[in-house]
């Protein structure tokens, strides 16, 4: 059931780069940024991951309606869902891209649909400028790979990186 979720999810959002309004965004970062401001003016931040995909299922739909999200608006909400679904499966094989920096990864996993980046991005989530100087970059690596090492409760979905992969995004966060 997973598998063909995550299967039509995927297949969903390559269709959906047909379409003007997400040909030149990413899905999951519009998603990202939908969750944290419309999810968030009524509930609390909290992972996605607090319910099943199953769930998810139902919620949306009903959802949708009441905070007067647009039908693509839905479908980017359901990708950033989706994604934050791939992280810690069994078996799961994660990889890098040849050549992908830090900034790559940023926009692949939606980083600013949370977090203010140089002047832009989310509100919900701690803006990043300065968070190697403050926080020490193994402090933010390991909160990259474990989002709920120090804080169970976070809200920080927990996706699918290397150790080189944190590392890329750290090297970019030294220098905001």
Known sequence: MKKTFLYLVLTFLTYLTSFPVFAESNPVAEGARLFNNNCSRCHNARPAQEFSEREWSVIMPHMREKAHLTGSETLAVEAFIAVTFTANKVGQVVTES???????????FACAGCHKINGGGG???PGLNGVVQRMGADMVQRKLLEPTFNNPSSSMPSFPLTPAQAAKIVDVLRTQ
Not at 98 to 108: A, K, N, P, S, V
Request: glycine share 14%.
């Open 98 to 108: 040849e050549g992908e920096t830090g900034e790559d990864i940023i926009t692949r």
């Open 123 to 125: 509100t919900v989530a």
